[in-house]
């Protein structure tokens, strides 16, 4: 199947601080791609859907200004949590869709871990 | 409101047995219905995947079944080994090459033991 990436897989970093996540399609083009945040033990929570060229959907809830999200190219997308805090820690995925032929079939990242000091 | 309902919550299965885990959806507009497997850590894995006009699909040890008229689907998972233990998603998906992106509802996931 596709490969795609995450980095880094676990940042842990002090309250108040931004961090950057970043999620590569390794060998296909995504024009768009997911961004999921999952609790230990529960089901994966879709925040955005990030789209290459005009800006993210979020989801009901989800703040825009707490979790920026840049398409930067066919293959990149990167999710910044701004002004991270202790109840933003939590494991980020993001997926991304691979459209050739006719599957549109999802394939995810490895995760990133996030712990907010 | 889940689009997608998931049972059992978790399942306990000896080794060389048979796991079946079972997905119900609602809307008919879906056409799509993948399984992930995802181990502690780690990101979810694309298992197997049927579209509605098929009703079983098989590949190795892991069989989808799917009953459009009753809205559900399910994973069997054939001669169970430690190995397969893990969290299973199951999926749905509505389909619009138009769209942005064709988002998947997820189920809340089975924690799947293995016992040997």
């Known amino acids: 199947g596709a490969v795609v990436s995450q980095h880094p897989s676990w940042v842990i970093c002090k309250s108040g601080t931004s961090v950057k996540i970043e999620c590569r399609s390794l060998d296909f083009q995504a024009t768009t791609m997911f961004w999921y945040r999952q609790f230990p033990k529960q089901s994966l929570m879709l925040m955005a859907t990030?789209?290459?060229?005009?800006?993210?959907?979020?989801e009901q809830g989800v703040e825009k200004d707490k979790f920026l999200i840049n398409h930067a190219s066919l293959t990149l997308s990167t999710l910044t949590v701004t002004s991270a805090h202790p109840e933003d820690s939590s494991f980020y995925i993001c997926?991304?869709?691979?459209?050739?032929?006719?599957?549109?079939?999802?394939?995810f990242g490895p995760g990133t871990r996030l712990t907010v000091l | 409101q889940q689009q997608v309902k998931q049972s059992p919550q978790s399942l306990i299965v000896q080794k060389g047995g048979i796991s079946i885990i079972n997905c119900a959806y609602e809307?008919?507009?879906?056409?799509?219905f993948p399984w992930y497997q995802q181990f502690p850590g780690k990101g979810p894995a694309l298992l197997i995947a049927i579209r509605p006009d098929v009703s079983e699909k098989k590949e190795g040890r892991f069989t989808i079944s799917f009953n459009k008229s009753a809205k559900q689907f399910s994973l069997h998972i054939m001669d169970s080994q430690p190995g397969d233990s893990a969290t299973y998603f199951c999926?749905?998906?509505?389909?619009?090459?138009?769209?942005?992106?064709?988002?998947?509802?997820f189920g809340a996931g089975t924690i799947l033991r293995v016992k040997s």
């Open positions: 990030s789209n290459e060229g005009s800006k993210a959907t979020y």
């Open positions: 999926a749905a998906r509505q389909f619009d090459r138009g769209e942005y992106g064709n988002k998947l509802v």
């Open positions: 809307n008919t507009a879906f056409d799509y």
């Open positions: 997926s991304a869709p691979d459209r050739r032929g006719n599957t549109d079939t999802q394939y």
